[in-house]
């Protein structure tokens, strides 16, 4: 049955669609077949599937018992919280059980806050675990016990020097170069933003060669540039030293 | 599988190895990799021996090749600093 709401004379019409109910709360609730579906606070918060709201400071929306999108008043940033509300001073539980937080700040800060399993309505506290800063810096925690700008590797790839070449996996490489024995050039599908990084590279062979010691090191008569990065795999046994293909070349790039 | 094959200036032959995850087809490598203006040619793995301990005594000969380094290609004063949806680079010139 349509429910009609006559703005003229206030009249509803229909059974078991809006009901009006005068009362002193402040609150305005919308019923359908009988049950509360959405309530409006005398503060102008507003909740879906749930008539029970917890104490916000700002605006907010929550959905059924813990979900909730709000904007706090005192820092203008927003909040989409499971299980966390904050009443002006704190935060608090809003059901028994573990709370998280993600806000975006209006100054441009994204961030994740966790809170240990606390009870309904105790203080809870927050702890960052990541964050996105306005300068596009990325943090995280991840047990290191803050969050600290993470580092990213910017170009990797793993591949077998003998034999015929093969890229076994690789990220941010759209090729080797095969220079010659034991030189190589990693070039990156996209550039880096210049030239400062740092290149660290590991070798293992497992093939017929021999050496006591085998390095990756740079040549100074290959590439360095924001585009590849050439290095030579040398082999070492007593004082003698000559490149040659390793089986495992690992190279990672960090910017 | 394919690999790119082009001249060194020392008068051997340098081989790329394209890697799937790039996402990148061979030409676009090709353009990119291979240093500017120095002519490639895209061959089948096969064709690269597999024996290399005279690998510094390789040559190719590269009459007809399918193309050349691109003015974003390796030693240009260019770099590729994106790609469009269309496999198109998004080129810069170099600054540092």
Known sequence: MTTTINADDGVISGSAGLKSTPDSSGELALQTNGVTKVTVTAAGNVGIGTSSLAAWQGTGLQISDRSALFQLTINNATYLANNLAYDGTNWRYIVTGAGLVYSVGASGIASVFRAASGTAGAIATLVESTRADASGNFYFDSGYGSVATAYGCRAWVNFNGTGTVAIRASGNVSSITDNGTGNYTVNFTTAMPDANYAFVGTISNTGSASYNTAAISANGTLTRTTSAYGFTCTGITGTTNAAFDPNFVNVSIFR | ?96
């Open chain 2, 1 to 96: 599988m394919k690999r790119i094959i082009y001249p060194t200036p020392e008068g051997g032959v340098a081989i790329l190895i394209p890697t799937v995850e790039c996402g990148l087809t061979i030409e676009a490598i090709a353009l990119k990799d291979v240093p500017a203006g120095v002519p490639f040619q895209i061959v089948d793995v096969t064709d690269i021996p597999s024996d290399r301990t005279f690998r510094a005594a390789w040559e190719a000969d590269i009459t007809n090749p399918d193309g050349t380094g691109a003015n974003y290609g390796a030693g240009s004063s260019n770099e590729v600093i994106g790609w469009n949806e269309d496999g198109s680079p998004i080129v810069k010139e170099v600054t540092e």
